[in-house]
């Protein structure tokens, strides 16, 4: 709590107030409240009781000769702290042309507000229909962040380099009853917690959490729920829901006791945050807050005021707006101050290089105050270059920090493990962090993040299982979602008791897992997929929250194949030798001091045609102590490769480290128990991985 100085005192005794900080700031007697809106008329702050009060207990009249200055609407109001809950409403006029749409009936949150209620009757067509909606309405809560205990904790701050990021859903990943997590902490923050030995166990580091900021859980087809979290109402409060305290404060605290936990786990938290649109939609959708405020400041509109869609959501947050650049500067600051988040994956990130009337920008203001921020200085900032109005920035996204989601990764390794003619140099252009793409910019290797599943899509399993998105739950119709997904179904669309077509499905998931995290590059998992996770062919679950959506663990049990084949994978990846502690170097330094050598199914003749299904490559290690010789068959029949000598290797024994058509335990071994294999060649069994290793004495 703040000490004001005495001449503040005096200004908050006239109720005047401050207009910074924004938001709600408790100090010492009582709370400042100060909001930005340009062109309304009027400003009532409204506190209540109780988040599903009908009427506020106290309703503050803004005079605009007292508690205006500038565009900032300011008081202060004594005697109230923390917990208090709070709304506005603004009245000004309502002229869609111009881009205002001002009502004076609804109440709106703070879009500074670091915590929000929400009411059991909440309801948002309330706020989209004529007439207050007070009882309905979700609530801003006053919230002083300094009184949590750290313990000391700090961001882990851990280099790309020693990175595996594991993408996650906060609820999926303990709701279902498998989970053995309490009931009433199942899909929240502290059910999270409780199974961080998993994630420990499988050797992750780095959790990248969907949408936490509190979200519409009603924006989604009728009778279901928006599970993802992809429709934000505010960028300060973490998710509600998500919390198994009910009071209003709770969510921050558990939100901060994830995070403490994590990070004493070793595990960093890189929150998946969406600053391209928010739940208020289009034109017909509800009033929340930015369009109550300022509709023509908060968002990209077109000359007769109409918002402009390049986010596929309804409308588009105006990013490089100096209002707007503000508020997304102060939320990423927050995070990373208050709550101590590691980083951030910014979702449909090209949208942020657009200016107000929706066209690129060649030096986007708003991302190069994120890329030079001193308080972001080492956090990690992830960019998923595209967004939904053909805005393509894979490779050529701005600034010097910035990792880039690696569409292109998912695609061409879809492609040539599936087995598609003209995939084999693309596909070559993956495993070594795709050069073709980003080796103009003389920027590290782990700048791709490369991923062949995500949130957004099949999940592993089902890339394996499904010829065609099956989204009928969705309530759309199968409208919905991606129609080329790159799959194949290995024979049969969906579940099958057929042996050899699931030992096919395995050996694929193994094929796919091991590409992911040999390559070069910075590796990113599904959740589940290490489990083989399905969502029965659907493709766009964001409104499953359901067994649809949710982690089964029960498929740990199943596919522990799987299971151990991915921690062993993720635990050699983090042992690799002295690359790691040598001075970091780019992409196009590290591939010219390699040392490779491409084959075919002979030695020194790779097959570079349309045609071709297979590749190897014999790589040393940096210190040159450890040879791997890689071995891809994306063909559909056994293919035999001569193998290097091994008198020429150290050691001059081959070991085999892996092989995806082998059973468990012999499909991966642990790294001292490999065996050797004899001379000459190695047969490699129809779409099936190989890797030996040769290792000095």
């Not at 061409?412 to 073709?436: C, E, Y």
């Not at 001075?583 to 003749?605: M, S």
């Not at 490559?617 to 035999?640: C, D, E, G, Q």
Request: hydrophobic share 35%; proline share 6%.
């Amino acid at each position: 709590m703040t000490t004001l100085p005495e001449t503040t005192e005096l200004l908050c005794e006239l109720n005047k107030g401050n207009t910074s900080p924004l938001g709600a700031t408790v100090y010492h007697g009582g709370v400042n409240f100060s909001v930005f809106s340009r062109d309304c008329t009027s400003v009532e702050l409204l506190l209540f009781d109780r988040v599903d009060d009908p009427l506020p207990s106290r309703v503050i009249q803004l005079d605009p000769k007292y508690n205006r200055t500038y565009h900032y609407w300011h008081t202060f109001v004594p005697g109230i702290g923390s917990g208090q809950l709070y709304g506005y409403r603004v009245a000004g006029p309502f002229a869609p042309e111009r881009g205002l749409r001002f009502d004076p009936e609804k109440l709106l949150i703070d879009p500074y507000g670091r915590a929000v209620a929400v009411p059991g009757g909440y309801d948002r067509g309330a706020a989209c229909r004529p007439g207050d909606n007070l009882a309905r309405a979700m609530k801003s809560v006053v919230a002083d962040p300094r009184g949590y205990d750290w313990e000391g904790d700090r961001p882990l701050k851990r280099p790309f380099s020693r990175t595996i990021i594991y993408e996650m859903h906060v609820a999926a990943f303990t709701r279902h009853p498998s989970s053995d997590v309490a009931p009433e902490r199942r899909g929240t923050y502290a059910g999270l917690i409780e199974k961080i030995p998993y994630l420990q166990e499988l050797g992750i580091t780095a959790v990248e959490l969907l949408p936490v900021f509190q979200f519409d859980p009603h924006d989604a087809p009728y009778g279901l729920n928006n599970f993802w979290g992809y429709s934000p109402v505010s960028f300060f409060a973490p998710h509600a829901a998500y919390s198994s305290r009910h009071e209003p404060l709770g969510p921050l605290d558990e939100f901060r006791d994830m995070v403490k936990a994590l990070h004493k786990a070793g595990i960093e938290v890189i929150l998946d945050v969406v600053f391209n649109h928010t739940s208020e939609g289009s034109h017909e959708g509800p009033t929340f807050s930015f369009r109550g405020f300022g509709n023509d400041v908060y968002y990209m509109l077109a000359e007769d005021g109409s918002p402009i869609d390049h986010s596929g959501c309804g409308n588009t947050f105006n990013a490089n707006h100096h209002v707007v650049r503000r508020l997304i500067i102060d939320s990423l600051h927050y995070w990373v101050k208050e709550m101590h988040v590691d980083g951030f994956r910014f979702d449909l990130a090209s949208i942020l290089s657009r200016d107000s009337a929706g066209q690129p920008l060649k030096n986007p203001p708003i991302l190069w105050d994120i890329e030079s921020d001193p308080a972001l200085a080492g956090i990690k900032l992830i960019a998923e270059a595209w967004d939904a109005g053909g805005l393509y920035q894979v490779g050529s996204f701005i600034g010097d920090s910035w990792k880039e989601w690696n569409g292109e990764f998912r695609d061409d390794v879809r492609r040539f493990i599936k087995g598609d003619n003209g995939s084999i140099s693309r596909f070559v252009s993956r495993l070594l962090a795709s050069p073709d793409i980003y080796g103009h910019q003389e920027r590290e290797p782990e700048q791709s993040i490369n991923f062949v599943t995500c949130h957004d899509g099949f999940t592993l399993n089902d890339l394996v299982s499904y010829d065609r998105k099956h989204n009928e739950a969705n309530g759309e119709l199968n409208r919905d979602g991606a129609d080329q997904n790159l799959s194949w179904n290995c024979g049969v669309e969906g579940p099958t008791q057929n042996q050899a077509i699931e030992e096919l499905r395995n050996r694929q998931v193994k094929n796919f897992l091991a590409v992911t995290l040999l390559a070069l590059g910075t590796p990113m998992l599904l959740m589940g997929d290490e489990a083989r996770r399905t969502q029965l062919g659907n493709n766009n679950a964001y409104c499953q929250d359901s067994e649809i959506g949710w982690f089964d663990w029960r498929f740990l049990e199943r596919h522990a194949d799987i299971h151990r084949f991915a921690k062993l994978l993720i635990a050699a990846r983090l042992m690799r030798d002295d690359t790691t502690l040598m001075e970091p170097l780019t992409l196009n330094q590290l591939l010219r001091q390699a040392k490779l050598e491409w084959h075919g199914v002979h030695l020194g003749a790779p097959d570079w045609s349309h045609e071709s299904h297979s590749i190897a490559l014999t790589a040393w290690s940096a210190s040159r102590r450890v040879v791997f010789h890689y071995m891809i068959n994306a063909y559909w029949k056994p293919l035999s490769f001569t193998l290097p000598s091994p008198l020429k290797m150290p050691g001059g024994t081959w070991y085999r480290w892996i092989d995806t058509s082998r059973a468990a335990p012999e499909d991966i071994a642990p790294w001292d128990a490999l065996t050797p294999v004899a001379n000459g060649s190695y047969r490699l069994v129809g779409r099936s991985l190989v890797v030996l290793v040769a290792l000095a004495p």
